[in-house]
């Protein structure tokens, strides 16, 4: 590592996590390089197949449904990490770690979406349950292992412990569901994490809000006046349609979106700051030791964000479109799940070779949880189609 490196960054805040004050990682760092530790975590995270697979995984609609322009979990991802690192430079914190937690927060997603996982989660009731953020954990810490000496890809501390306490308004890990798994170290350092991950758990909310809308608008399960019952959006669109007030909504959508990115930054800056200065904050530790968020939305605009994402629920995501993908892809991971759970010379073997360790239904879990939309369909019918033998 150069001397610069070693340094405390000028830039960076006290509170900050600074790249020479890791509290390391489970396993030695043997490879020679000048990468700070975030940096590396970034080049793992990226490299693994668990990120690769994000890309043919649902967000909101079926990735195999409705063409080439829908997001992904993979463009969601790289979305949540863009606005994570923005607003971690604005508040003085790491943005190479903040965009580290951000890229790795959603590896442990099922296949089709909060369907698949709802599905698993169910599924798993009586063995520990399935919560996507915690196999997020699960699949960094050991499910993926690319690396002969040691299992998981050995990551840094502070992005493993804003894994397993990611939260959101529609997120709640807690630390059942990992059987097997060390987390006490994560969770004894307090019952918060950094102020980067709580950067990161703003950057999910705003990616999801922001496209959600644009994919609802691209696919016709949103119109404009929906839209205009909610305030933040009238607020965002007001400039931009004094311009164009006749262009039709697919001409002005991303103005309109861009304005309201930059509406929703500024006030997590705002009252982000705010909450860091009243908390007197002064290094990384305060904020773990705090129950509430110091990084989040103030309360009049955090309550029109709620009415939108309100909005969004039952326009986009209870729409009949999607609501009957969802119905089917919960039958085909059931079906998939049970079949596997029947018979477990169905698995890969190197996934048999862990029920020891984990019992049939962790294992058939993992399986299928880490499958992209494409993946489990084909298995699904190498299974049960009758005319398809392979």
């Not at 006490?184 to 102020?195: F, K, Q």
């Not at 009243?278 to 110091?294: F, G, I, P, Q, Y």
Request: hydrophobic share 35%; proline share 4%.
């Amino acid at each position: 590592m150069t001397a610069n490196a070693k340094e405390h960054r000028p830039e960076l805040a006290a509170y900050a996590e600074h790249d020479n004050a890791s509290r390391g990682r489970r396993h030695a760092r043997s490879e020679r390089g000048e990468d700070s530790p975030f940096e590396l975590d970034r080049h793992r995270i990226m490299s693994c197949t668990a990120f690769r697979r994000l890309g043919q995984k649902t967000q909101v609609v079926v990735t195999s449904a409705e063409g080439d322009h829908y997001r992904t979990r993979l463009t969601h991802t790289l979305e949540v990490t863009a606005h994570s690192e923005r607003l971690a430079r604005l508040l003085g914190l790491n943005p190479r770690l903040a965009g580290s937690i951000a890229l790795a927060h959603d590896l442990g997603h099922s296949p089709f979406g909060h369907a698949g996982e709802k599905t698993l989660n169910e599924l798993m009731a009586d063995h520990g349950g399935f919560e996507h953020n915690l196999q997020s954990l699960r699949v960094v810490d050991y499910l993926e292992h690319p690396y002969p000496g040691f299992r998981g890809l050995n990551l840094t501390f502070e992005v493993r412990e804003a894994l397993i306490k990611h939260r959101t308004r529609y997120d709640r890990p807690t630390e059942s569901g990992l059987p097997g798994m060390e987390v006490s170290d994560l969770l004894g350092s307090g019952p918060n994490c950094s102020l980067e991950g709580q950067v990161a758990n703003v950057g999910d909310a705003v990616a999801y809000s922001l496209h959600d809308i644009e994919d609802g608008l691209f696919y016709g399960l949103l119109d404009e006046q929906t839209l205009e019952a909610a305030e933040l959006w009238r607020e965002a669109a007001g400039a931009v349609r004094k311009h164009y007030p006749d262009a039709p909504i697919h001409a002005v959508r991303r103005p309109i979106l861009d304005t309201l990115s930059a509406m929703i930054a500024e006030d997590a800056y705002a009252e982000s700051s705010k909450r860091i200065k009243a908390a007197k904050v002064t290094n990384r530790d305060d904020a773990r030791s705090r129950e509430d968020d110091l990084v989040g939305f103030s309360p009049a605009f955090d309550q029109k964000l709620a009415a939108l994402q309100k909005m969004l629920f039952e326009s986009v995501y209870r729409h009949q479109r999607v609501v009957r993908m969802d119905a089917k892809a919960q039958r085909l991971i059931r079906e998939l799940f049970e079949a596997y759970l029947e018979d477990t010379k169905l698995l890969p073997v190197r996934f048999r070779d862990r029920i020891p360790d984990f019992g049939r239904h962790r294992v058939v879990c993992d399986y299928i949880a880490g499958m992209t939309d494409r993946f489990c369909s084909g298995e699904h019918q190498k299974i049960f189609s009758s005319t398809r033998f392979e």
